[in-house]
């Protein structure tokens, strides 16, 4: 099993995948380009800690183990002898390629360069290496220390060892996988949130039925613990529109176009609960 982790990239995913693997006993180096990046990555590790503590999940002792295998840093050189990367930046292709440029030259041979994508083709990403069959989507679910599940995506050219060495690395730190054979923008998760979600908002801006009906009735009828807008409100509604976008972009279909309101959401600052307002007001803080 490997044992050293490096995330680069410490928002709420990457804090959070560098969070269950140094709890599973990884020792984890989290990098992002400032320290106040970091400081908030590591503060919010802190903080979820604390909360297993205080609810019998985890006892103190072990908790403080864990803070204690997390080390950041704004320098990607810390990747240079880590057995498993795992990028979790802006999900923006041009963004992922300087990341991946640089793991290639820093990463050693035979190292797991994971990319935790929602929606861009791992094959695209890998194209900027010159190892693309190292090259794995590890997408994970927020918050990660929750979440059960863990999206494996097979780029063009991943290796059956790189896939099996992503799903070793998943399984180890608690979640359940499955797997995409064919790394179409989206994969399964987000091509499925994505046309829920778009379709609810067209519902809502068409006046069709509110926010809370639409939600309510996805929940009641279809058993899902939350309704799509809620989801989008937690989940960012920014990060979502970039996801359809994404998927937009790369099959030209219809369905995965933002409304007008998504669109408009996101330039008045509308952002779900990370804003405080969304398709819900969430109050200050």
């Given at each position: 099993?490997?044992?050293?982790l490096?995330?680069?990239?410490?928002?709420?995913?990457?804090s959070?995948?560098a969070?269950?693997a140094?709890?599973?006993g990884y020792?984890v180096?989290?990098?992002?380009?400032?320290?106040e990046?970091?400081d908030?990555?590591?503060s919010?590790?802190r903080?979820?800690?604390?909360?297993?503590v205080a609810?019998d999940k985890?006892?103190?002792?072990?908790?403080d183990?864990?803070l204690?295998?997390?080390?950041?840093?704004?320098?990607?050189?810390?990747?240079?002898?880590a057995?498993?990367?795992?990028?979790?930046?802006?999900?923006?292709l041009d963004?992922?390629?300087q990341?991946?440029?640089?793991?290639?030259?820093?990463?050693?041979?035979?190292?797991?360069?994971?990319?935790?994508?929602s929606?861009i083709?791992?094959t695209?990403i890998?194209?900027?290496?010159?190892?693309?069959?190292?090259v794995v989507?590890t997408?994970?679910?927020?918050?990660v220390?929750?979440?059960?599940?863990?999206e494996?995506?097979?780029g063009?050219k991943?290796?059956?060892?790189t896939l099996?060495?992503a799903?070793a690395?998943?399984?180890?730190?608690?979640?359940?996988?499955?797997?995409?054979?064919?790394?179409v923008?989206g994969?399964?998760?987000?091509?499925l949130i994505?046309a829920l979600?778009?379709?609810?908002?067209?519902?809502?801006?068409s006046g069709?039925a509110s926010?809370e009906?639409?939600?309510?009735?996805?929940?009641?009828g279809?058993g899902?613990?939350?309704?799509?807008?809620?989801?989008?409100d937690m989940t960012?509604?920014d990060i979502?529109r970039?996801?359809?976008?994404?998927?937009?972009?790369?099959?030209?279909?219809?369905?995965?176009?933002p409304p007008?309101?998504?669109?408009?959401?996101?330039?008045?600052?509308d952002?779900?609960?990370?804003?405080g307002r969304?398709?819900?007001?969430?109050?200050p803080?």
């Amino acid at each position: 099993m490997p044992t050293k982790l490096a995330v680069i990239g410490a928002g709420l995913m990457g804090s959070g995948i560098a969070q269950v693997a140094s709890v599973a006993g990884y020792d984890v180096v989290l990098r992002d380009v400032t320290a106040e990046a970091l400081d908030r990555g590591s503060s919010a590790i802190r903080t979820s800690l604390d909360r297993f503590v205080a609810k019998d999940k985890i006892s103190r002792e072990d908790a403080d183990a864990s803070l204690a295998r997390v080390s950041t840093t704004t320098d990607l050189d810390a990747a240079a002898d880590a057995d498993v990367v795992v990028e979790a930046v802006f999900e923006a292709l041009d963004v992922k390629h300087q990341v991946f440029r640089e793991l290639d030259r820093i990463a050693p041979a035979g190292a797991v360069l994971a990319t935790n994508t929602s929606a861009i083709p791992v094959t695209q990403i890998a194209a900027v290496t010159g190892r693309p069959e190292s090259v794995v989507g590890t997408h994970f679910f927020s918050p990660v220390p929750m979440m059960g599940l863990c999206e494996l995506v097979r780029g063009f050219k991943t290796s059956d060892e790189t896939l099996a060495a992503a799903r070793a690395f998943a399984e180890s730190v608690g979640k359940t996988c499955v797997v995409v054979n064919r790394d179409v923008a989206g994969f399964i998760t987000t091509r499925l949130i994505c046309a829920l979600a778009m379709e609810a908002v067209r519902l809502l801006e068409s006046g069709v039925a509110s926010a809370e009906d639409i939600d309510t009735a996805c929940r009641l009828g279809f058993g899902h613990p939350m309704g799509p807008l809620a989801t989008t409100d937690m989940t960012g509604i920014d990060i979502l529109r970039n996801a359809t976008m994404n998927i937009y972009a790369d099959t030209a279909d219809e369905k995965f176009f933002p409304p007008e309101t998504l669109s408009r959401m996101v330039s008045a600052g509308d952002l779900g609960r990370k804003t405080g307002r969304g398709f819900y007001d969430y109050g200050p803080g």
